[in-house]
Every structure is written in C-alpha cells, then in structure tokens.
C-alpha cells in the first residue's frame, strides 16, 4: 500500500518516491499475485472489506470480484454458524452481506454463494473482535459516573459509518436506532434474547448523534446493547453497536441475582491458583506489562473519559482508596483465569474495598463474554446497585483481590547493529548473518550440559533473522518468527521484504490491520499495534510471553528497515530459557551459554562471543518458522551462518568525530568508555560504523527502556507472605499479629509506620507487633514499608469483618467480669 493511503495526507505523494523521483513509485511483483481490477467472471477471486469488526454484529461486509447483476441472488455463510445471512447486490462490482451477532469472538471462515444456496465457496478469513463493554462504535454518554442505564433517563449516542458503507445506501435510506437484549446460553456463550426494541427511527443518514430517553419497559433488562442501523424498503445495509451495557434494576433485584450468583460459586482456591501475582507497586506495573500486565481499559492513567475507573471506585463512608489506574493479566491459568491489579494515587496496590482489583474466573481478553456475565455483572449487582455491605462482601469472597509480590519476569532484547541485553541483564554484540533460536522456552527446567535446541520439547520457540547492510560487513536485525505449544497455535512471521515492506503472516495467512483496528486476536496470541505510534507492533502469546518489535528505518549507508526486538517473559520461567537471550536464573554470569552447554564469558572478545556463542544457535532448516520470498530458503541462511565474517574491530574515530557522536549519545566529553552503560555504549557503536544519527538515537532509546524497565522492576520492601488481606474475627477478640518487611537487598534500611489504625489498636514499630481488641464492624490496619536506601514503598492492609459475639460467650464473658469484681471488693472488704 503506498503511504497516506485512505488519508486526506495522500496529496504528499507528489512529493515522494521510493526510486528518488518524485510522484513515481516502482514495485517489484513477479513475486506476488497480482489480480485484475473491475470484476471477473471467476468467482473464485473474492475481496472482503472489513476483516475484523464487532462480535455483536450487523457489520456491512463489501464483497468484490465476481461480476454481480439483479439475477445474482447472495448468501454469506460464516463459519460453522447455522445462520445463513441474505446479501444484498449494490451494484456490477459490489455487494454486501451483515454479519450475524457472534456466539463467541475470533477468526471465522466466511463462505459466500451467488446461487441462491445451492453451493458455497470459501472466500476469506473474517475475525469478530471480542466483545466490548461500554461506548463502541456508537460512543455513549449517560451523563452519570457509574455508567449504567437508567429507565427513564436521557443518553446521547454519536457515531459515523465509514465511506465504503454510506457509498452503498439508496436514496431515502432511514437510520434507526434498537436496543438488543442479550444473555449467556447454557453453553456459556452470547446470544439474543428477544426481537430488538425500537428507540428512535426515521432519522436521515446525515445524522450523526442523537439524544433519546430510555423508556420504563427496560426495566427488566439485565444486558443488552444499542445498535444505529441503516434501513432501505426492509433491508438493513449497514449496523454500528456499543459494547455491552448493563441496566441499573431494582436493588432487591439485585441483591436477589447476587445471592443466586453466589450459590452457584465454587470456593475460589479451586480455580485461582497459579494466577500471576500482582506487582507490588504502579511503577512495577507498567515495567512488567510488556510480558505480564496491560491497561485496563476503562482505567489508566491520563485517560481523557470523565468516568475513568469508574468500576473500582472507594466506597463512601468505608474510608477506601479509589483506583487512579488498573492492570488486567496477559496470560491465563490452566482454568482460564485471570487478575486485575489496581493502584491508588501514590502508585500503591489496593487490596481492600471496591477500589481493589480482583481475581477474575474468567480472562476478558480470552473468554469476555463469560467475564462480563460471571465477573463483571456480578460486581455490579452485587457491589454497586445493591447497598447491602454483605452483598459486596460476598462478591468479595469469591473474587477476592490479589495481594502484591516481587516476582515480576524479566525483559531482554535486541537493537540496531544488532547488540543484545539477556534476561539477567548482561549485554554483547553479535553481527552473526543468518537465523538464530531468540528466546526459547523449554517445558522442563534446564539441566547442565549441553542443550541440543532441536529436539527439547518447549513451550514457547522463537528466532531472529539478521542481514548485513548493503556495502558493509555488519548485519541488523530483519525479521523474527515464533510459536507457542498452544494446540491452536500457528507461527506468526514478521520480516522484512526485499522492497523494504514489513510482511506480516500467521500460518500462511497474510495479516493486515485495517482503518481504526489496531489490535487482531486469535487463541494463542494478540497482536496489536501501537495507535499513536504505527512503528511499534506488541505480539503478547497467552503462556506469559510478549515481543515488542519496533519498526527503525535507516538512511545510511542505504535506506532500509530494520527490527528491534525486545522480550519479556513471566517470572514462572525462570531457569527454562536459553537461546542469544541467555539462560534467565537470576545469574548474569552464565547467560552466554552455547547450545552445546559451553559458557562463555560476558567480558571475552567481540569475535569469541560470535564463534563459540552466537553462531552455535543457528536453526536447523527443519525447524525454521520463517515465511520465505521467492529465492529465500532456510538452506541459504544456515550457508550464510557458517560463510560469513563480520568485521570485530570498532572504527576509529575523529577528535570531531567523536565529539559529535558523545552528544548523539548522552555520553559526558570526559568519561571513559569503560563507565558507558549499554544505551551509550550501543549508541556509539551504531553511529560509528553507520554515521546514521537518527539510527543511532533510535539504538540508544532502545536500550535505555530496557535499562528503565530493569530498574523499575526493583523490588521494594516485602510484608512476609503470611500475612493476610482480610480476617474474620469476633467482638471482644485480642488480635496479636507480627507485621514485618524484607528487602531483596543487603544494604536495605526499611522503615515502618503505621497509616491506619482501629480505634484502639497499636502498633510497635520497634518489635513490629499488632495489637487490637476487635470491636463489632468492619475496620483495617494499613503499615507502610519505606526502604529508604532506594528510595523504594510498599504498603500492606488488613481488613478486619468482626461479628458479635455469640449469646453464650457474651454471657460467659459478663460472669467472669462479675466474679473478678467480687473477688476484688471480697479481697478489700477481708484485707
């Protein structure tokens, strides 16, 4: 596709070239296959547009290719699906079939038949995006802070329907407006309850918002959704939904469903094990997201909706702390749970009240209808549209938030010409020509010896590609490839084309993102890239491993693209790695390790590191997951590893020269190279060989995140592990608990203070112990940990549910208080 295209930018094109002449762009395409524009006798060549779009349904599919007539009659079939959709012919080249409101999201066969059904052809690969809650693509404004729908209430809807499907409208097209009520089958699965509900109709297509009241007979709606269609004489062209909305009931309503959700609970000890822990600290957080965390949604940080975190907001009157910012887990558990991670105004985790994230029984980002309707409508239910304390603190109990821990992963990569930092933090240069085992994950821990990559059973494998630069003997970066042993998994391929183009495959599956879709999920994996920065694409597998692969485009010596490649990975693979991103133990000095079992030293020569480290982790050409062009093969990559020889001595530089290359690089003029961290040190490297500034800078971001990212995952002071987040005691109970914290590091100074206290409690700073006589209600204790050598804080709070106390003890305890002051004035009286 030529740059700006299907932008109001396409007007530079005047002004650029790939061939230097400007307005002329030449492409290579004996390699590709190429199709004839208009339409075509052979059905067989078929386009569809868009190919990913909402779960609920009624997109506007454009099919072109066969040549189409009011003769042609049009049926879409989508997977395995029963539903068979009517399509509807625009015109000679176009036609258009909705697609139907999916059971579950993720990629579907579309099947399409200009014979009125007799056969079916398979045409294309349509992916329903999973399942939203909240605005979509019709945007949704209820003027209220909790987001639900009140009967009788006033909303605005906004939204816009592309070009492509306001082309296809005829004249005296209606837009209408419908409310879907939806539900959760006995197979677990969305589906449509009822006809939809007219709200609106008979606007013009000109309209683009629209203000509307809510009527009474939503009143007994539990789930539903709000869809603009544009309808023609009874034919619907083209659909936009919200995500899924949840009606605010009755509160007896509410409480009643909460009850009857929790009957139906399992203890959750039986499904939340294994769950990753939660970062201590926001900070941690964001450090950790590359291979284990991601934003919520609904609630980060700088998020410009007025209703941010609106779901995990501190209850009045219950002195809670109110999430500014939350972090829903990248992978699952073998039940297919998952967490969320919330945090308060000073970065601290939140583990009590409606503030705190919670174990989720089901992931959003694999099984979001299950979690709306088990997880997240529950919360809703029981915690915000019923006022009962212990309806919230049932819901609570089944989904309890998740205590804070140190264990975060690690992350590694590799920049530029290209240099690499491992898992454990130890970096070296390695201009191998070839492809080569990146990161690999073996299902067992390591054992000492020789490792033999190939025939190692592993549940994650990946592998680089890297090329020399034209007239030069140093190589980049041009391509990674990877696989999970997820059953449903198929290798994702990114390389690099010979017309300097990104191809991006899964399986042999050409993947694209299309206008406004920036993420494309399937089973084992998302794919998303970034939506302020197209540069950067973000691969995260659901075994706990995420690549982020930045896309840097060179001028010198010659224009070309280059990857950089960082990694991270969960902490549950810690001794199960090897391949050029080391051996992750925690133990920087073995991370060198050869495929057969030799380490070598970090500090050993630029030339022993390639010839007894790197090159030793070449791929054997059966196990290549790469998708190769025309004149490509494994066969030539293992060649060029085995032929080539790259230059190990550095340039030498000018007293000018390296003066302008210190700048590039944040290097101070008189420090010696010997104190440059891996940022600078790479920096001047690439900027030496390449005199590409831009390349240059690009390697010195590159490595500095990682350097950021290893510095914030520091651990800060942590509460010994059996302490508590919630205790049930009884009135009159003594209370004696031993509050303590330890740091990772020797030369640690912590420091406690207590934040919170109950009426009556104390707390010893110097013996670290608790105190408190339970009084009936609910309270909690919060000690803050400070390890004030980093500079480093963590906090830990207890809340405390305290009954009364039963009749009998009460009674028992009012005796022995009468007995004690007779035997005192029985003891004065006798003295």
Not at 69 to 82: D, E, Q, V, W
Not at 303 to 315: D, E, F, I, V, Y
Not at 667 to 696: G, H, K, L, P
């Amino acid at each position: 596709m030529l740059p700006y295209s299907r932008t109001k930018d396409i007007v530079r094109l005047v002004n650029e070239s790939n061939v230097n002449v400007p307005g002329l762009f030449v492409f290579r395409v004996d390699t590709d296959e190429i199709d004839p524009g208009g339409c075509s006798s052979n059905v067989s060549v078929v386009t569809l547009r868009p190919r990913i779009s909402s779960q609920l349904g009624s997109t506007a599919l454009n099919i072109q290719g066969p040549c189409f007539s009011n003769s042609t009659i049009l049926k879409c079939r989508f997977g395995s699906l029963a539903e068979i959709v009517d399509g509807i012919v625009v015109d000679t080249f176009r036609a258009i079939c909705l697609t139907p409101l999916a059971p579950v999201h993720g990629p579907v066969l579309v099947s399409l038949s200009i014979d009125n059904g007799v056969s079916y052809m398979p045409v294309s690969v349509f992916t329903y995006a999973q399942m939203q809650f909240g605005s979509g693509d019709v945007i949704i404004g209820t003027g209220n802070r909790d987001n639900l729908l009140n009967v009788l209430q006033y909303i605005n809807l906004t939204w816009r329907f592309p070009e492509s499907s306001r082309d296809t409208f005829p004249n005296g097209t209606a837009i209408e407006i419908e409310l879907v009520e939806v539900s959760l089958s006995n197979r677990s699965q969305l589906q449509q309850k009822n006809s939809p509900m007219i709200l609106a109709r008979g606007l013009t297509p000109d309209v683009t918002s629209f203000r509307l009241l809510l009527p009474e007979s939503i009143t007994y709606i539990t789930a539903c959704f709000i869809r603009v269609v544009a309808r023609f004489e009874a034919k619907t062209y083209a659909g936009l939904n919200t995500g899924i909305l949840t009606v605010r009931s009755q509160e007896s309503f509410a409480s009643e469903s909460c009850v009857e959700w929790s009957r139906q609970q399992p203890e959750p000890s039986t499904w939340n094990d294994g769950i990753l822990p939660c970062p201590m600290t926001r900070t941690q957080a964001v450090a950790a997201g590359r291979c284990c965390y991601e934003s919520d949604s609904q609630c980060y940080r700088n998020n410009p909706n007025s209703n941010n975190c609106w779901l995990h907001q501190g209850r009045p009157g219950h002195n809670e702390n109110s999430a500014v910012e939350c972090y829903v887990s990248k992978s699952s558990n073998i039940h297919g749970a998952g967490t969320e991670c919330c945090y308060d105004f000073e970065g601290q985790i939140i583990t009590r009240g409606t503030g705190a994230g919670t174990d989720d029984r089901y992931r959003p980002a694999v099984l979001p209808v299950q979690h709306f309707f088990e997880d997240t409508l529950p919360y809703l239910q029981c915690c915000m549209i019923s006022t009962n304390i212990e309806m919230c603190n049932t819901y609570m109990y089944y989904r309890p938030p998740r205590r804070g821990s140190n264990t975060m992963g690690q992350s590694g990569g590799t920049w530029g010409d290209p240099h690499f930092i491992t898992l454990d933090g130890t970096s070296y240069t390695f201009n191998g020509y070839g492809e080569y085992t990146y990161l690999a994950i073996s299902n067992d821990p390591l054992p000492p010896g020789s490792l033999q990559s190939s025939n190692r059973p592993h549940v994650f494998m990946s592998q680089i590609r890297t090329m020399p630069l034209e007239s030069n003997n140093v190589t980049v970066t041009k391509g990674f490839a990877a696989k999970s042993s997820d059953p449903e998994s198929q290798s994702i391929s990114i390389t690099v084309s010979r017309r300097e183009n990104l191809v991006m495959r899964r399986g042999n599956e050409l993947l694209e993102f299309e206008d406004n879709i920036h993420m494309l999920f399937f089973p084992e994996i998302t794919i998303e890239r970034n939506p302020i920065d197209s540069t950067i694409l973000t691969l995260s597998w659901t075994i706990g491993v995420t690549v982020q692969i930045k896309l840097v485009e060179m001028v010198s010596p010659s224009t070309a693209l280059v990857l950089n490649v960082a990694a991270s990975v969960t902490d549950t693979f810690r001794g199960r790695t090897y391949g050029l991103l080391g051996t992750y133990d925690g133990e920087p000095t073995n991370d060198l390790r050869a495929q057969n079992g030799i380490v070598v030293n970090s500090n050993a020569l630029p030339e022993e590191i390639h010839r007894q480290f790197g090159v030793t982790w070449a791929i054997h050409t059966d196990t290549s997951l790469f998708y190769y062009e025309s004149g490509q093969s494994a066969e030539f990559f293992e060649n060029q590893n085995r032929l080539f020889v790259p230059s190990f001595t550095e340039p030498i530089n000018t007293a000018a020269e390296d003066e302008s290359i210190r700048r590039t690089c944040k290097i101070a003029s008189d420090s010696a190279s010997s104190s440059w961290n891996a940022a600078q040190r790479t920096c001047y490297y690439d900027m030496s060989i390449t005199r590409d500034e831009t390349f240059a800078q690009t390697s010195f971001d590159a490595g500095d995140e990682i350097l950021s990212i290893k510095a914030d995952l520091r651990s800060p002071p942590l509460f010994n592990i059996e302490l508590p987040v919630s205790m049930k005691a009884k009135h009159g109970e003594r209370i004696h608990l031993t509050i303590d914290a330890t740091s990772n590091y020797s030369t640690s100074v912590i420091v406690l203070s207590a934040n919170h206290l109950p009426n009556g409690a104390t707390f010893n700073i110097q013996t670290k112990v608790f105190e408190w006589t339970a009084i009936e209600g609910e309270d909690y204790v919060r000690i803050r940990a400070k390890d004030s050598t980093y500079n480093l804080t963590s906090t830990h709070e207890i809340v405390f549910q305290v009954e009364r106390a039963d009749e009998s003890s009460a009674i028992r305890s009012e005796m022995q208080s009468s007995l004690f002051f007779l035997a005192i004035l029985f003891c004065m009286l006798f003295k």
